[in-house]
């Protein structure tokens, strides 16, 4: 179903008051995402995985990211206040331990 702008600014600005407060990601982060999805009339279920396990190649680190949209999105989500350099590192490190069919296009290195 396509939204018109006007309902998708309507559920932004709902979105925006619900998560006001959102401050821990453990507790907190796929109904964020969930939530997001919606904005844009996006069933989450349909194109996301939440903790998609990854493996780096010499099998030495493993990690789970966040959230996964193949082919499109990697996000990996922290709590209010963490250090976003070392999530972009996480992020990239994981992006470098899919597989090349797993990974998108537009790769970030």
Not at 6 to 29: I, T, Y
Not at 55 to 75: E, H, M, N, S, V
């Amino acid at each position: 179903m396509r939204l018109s702008w006007n309902e998708v600014r309507a559920r932004a600005a709902k979105f925006a008051r619900e998560h006001a407060d959102d401050k821990d990601e453990r507790s907190q982060s796929q109904r964020f995402w969930i939530d997001f999805f919606d904005i844009f009339g996006l069933d989450s279920r349909r194109v996301t995985t939440f903790e998609k396990r990854v493996q780096q190649l010499d099998a030495t680190k493993r990690g789970f990211i966040d959230l996964y949209w193949p082919g499109t999105l990697i996000i990996e989500h922290k709590s209010a206040g963490r250090d976003l350099l070392s999530a972009t590192k996480q992020a990239l490190d994981y992006f470098d331990w899919l597989s090349e069919k797993e990974r998108f296009r537009y790769g970030a290195r």
